[in-house]
């Protein structure tokens, strides 16, 4: 079964700092852009980074620039996503996918409906 596999999420204080695992089954992450969504309640899922296969072009959303860092191990078939200086607004379930249609990053963000293999999502909550 392809799929992808989050974890690493949890509830942490503003300020704090998590880093999300997406563990890949079923299939090589390479040749493949990855990218991280999330999706807060009754709001629509985000695009918040994306990382490219070989030459590690990366994107990242107004939101998370300067804050969270992605990266990828593909001998491991794993993404991570570092994040930072959290904040209450980044609370959310956040989702990894990879992109059917292309290997690299677009620079004007990430368009979801090109993503597949989506996971069942890792909650994080910031909050005192």
Same mark, same amino acid.
Not at 12 to 26: D, E, F, I, K, T
Not at 52 to 81: E, Q, W
Not at 107 to 125: D, L, M, R
């Given at each position: 079964?392809?799929?992808?596999?989050?974890?690493?999420?949890?509830?942490?204080?503003?300020?704090?700092?998590?880093?999300?695992?997406?563990?890949?089954?079923?299939?090589?992450?390479? #040749?493949?852009?990855?990218?991280?969504?999330?999706?807060?309640?009754?709001?629509?899922?985000?695009?918040?980074?994306?990382?490219?296969?070989?030459?590690?072009?990366?994107?990242?959303?107004?939101?998370?620039?300067?804050?969270?860092?992605?990266?990828?191990?593909?001998?491991?078939?794993?993404?991570?996503?570092?994040?930072?200086? !959290?904040?209450?607004?980044?609370?959310?379930?956040?989702?990894?996918?990879?992109? !059917?249609?292309?290997?690299?990053?677009?620079?004007?963000?990430?368009?979801?409906?090109?993503? #597949?293999?989506?996971?069942?999502?890792?909650?994080?909550?910031?909050?005192?």
């Amino acid at each position: 079964q392809v799929q992808f596999e989050e974890s690493g999420g949890g509830l942490v204080q503003p300020g704090g700092s998590l880093r999300l695992s997406c563990a890949a089954s079923g299939f090589s992450l390479e #040749g493949y852009a990855i990218a991280w969504f999330r999706q807060a309640p009754g709001k629509e899922r985000e695009g918040v980074s994306c990382i490219s296969s070989g030459v590690r072009d990366t994107y990242y959303s107004g939101s998370a620039k300067g804050r969270f860092t992605i990266s990828r191990d593909n001998a491991k078939s794993t993404v991570y996503l570092q994040m930072n200086m !959290l904040k209450p607004e980044d609370t959310a379930v956040y989702f990894c996918a990879a992109n !059917l249609m292309r290997s690299r990053c677009l620079p004007a963000g990430i368009t979801s409906h090109e993503y #597949g293999y989506w996971g069942q999502g890792s909650q994080v909550t910031v909050s005192s």
